[in-house]
T-cell receptor, first 110, second 113 residues
Framework: GQQLNQSPQSMFIQEGEDVSMNCTSS?????WLWYKQDPGEGPVLLIA?????ELTSNGRLTAQFGITRKDSFLNISASIPSDVGIYFC??????????FGTGTRLTIIP | EAGVTQSPTHLIKTRGQQVTLRCSPI?????VYWYQQALGLGLQFLLW???????NRGNFPPRFSGRQFPNYSSELNVNALELEDSALYLC????????????FGPGTRLTVL
């Protein structure tokens, strides 16, 4: 099925570093969502975005709905060990089903 | 408030068998979605139910089927299991189809031997 292009595929960072990842689509969306998945568990919703240009924060996480409506960005500041996991973006247009990104695997190097 | 629940948590089957997975949405949510996540891969959309009706279906063979009950809980059935059906099966629910976000359950880990 269709998937969004998410980059990078994986990241290896040191604790305390900031993280940036993004998601791009060939078509526009009017909803962007960011999820985090820990091993063996279901994804947990981090941030929801509903308006082009919108910038929303959730603690150390900040996400933006791209102005073109074809992309979204997620930043994590001052990473900590519990940030480890896979981050998925997801987009939706109208009443259509959610389309998920391919995921960014975040690993923190001791 | 209880989240999305799924049962069983783990399941081991052999090729050719049939399996039924169950999902209970968050109270008040009417839409239920099923996804397949093979090891190390992203989420592949399987099925979407809303108010008891199938609203959309992913690119999976007909041996993947399901239904939604009047209490909005849902079942996913997979017939004639194949080795590549081994995956984490995730259920999600949402309040309103068009505008609300999806909340996921912990998943059912299916292993086909």
């Amino acid at each position: 099925g269709q998937q969004l292009n998410q980059s990078p595929q994986s990241m290896f960072i040191q604790e305390g570093e900031d993280v940036s990842m993004n998601c791009t689509s060939s078509s526009i969306f009017n909803t962007w969502l960011w999820y985090k998945q820990d091993p063996g568990e279901g994804p947990v919703l981090l941030i929801a975005l509903y308006k082009a240009g919108e910038l929303t924060s959730n603690g150390r996480l900040t996400a933006q709905f791209g102005i073109t409506r074809k992309d979204s960005f997620l930043n994590i500041s001052a990473s900590i060990p519990s940030d480890v996991g896979i981050y998925f973006c997801a987009g939706r247009l109208g009443n259509e089903k959610l389309t998920f990104g391919t995921g960014t695997r975040l690993t923190i190097i001791p | 408030e209880a989240g999305v629940t799924q049962s069983p948590t783990h399941l081991i089957k052999t090729r050719g068998q049939q399996v039924t997975l169950r999902c209970s949405p968050i109270s008040g949510h009417t839409s239920v979605y099923w996804y397949q996540q093979a090891l190390g891969l992203g989420l592949q959309f399987l099925l979407w139910y809303d108010e008891g009706e199938e609203r959309n279906r992913g690119n999976f063979p007909p041996r993947f089927s399901g239904r939604q009950f009047p209490n909005y809980s849902s079942e996913l059935n997979v017939n004639a299991l194949e080795l590549e059906d081994s995956a984490l099966y995730l259920c999600a629910s949402s309040l309103v189809v068009s505008t609300d976000t999806q909340y996921f359950g912990p998943g059912t880990r299916l292993t086909v031997l």
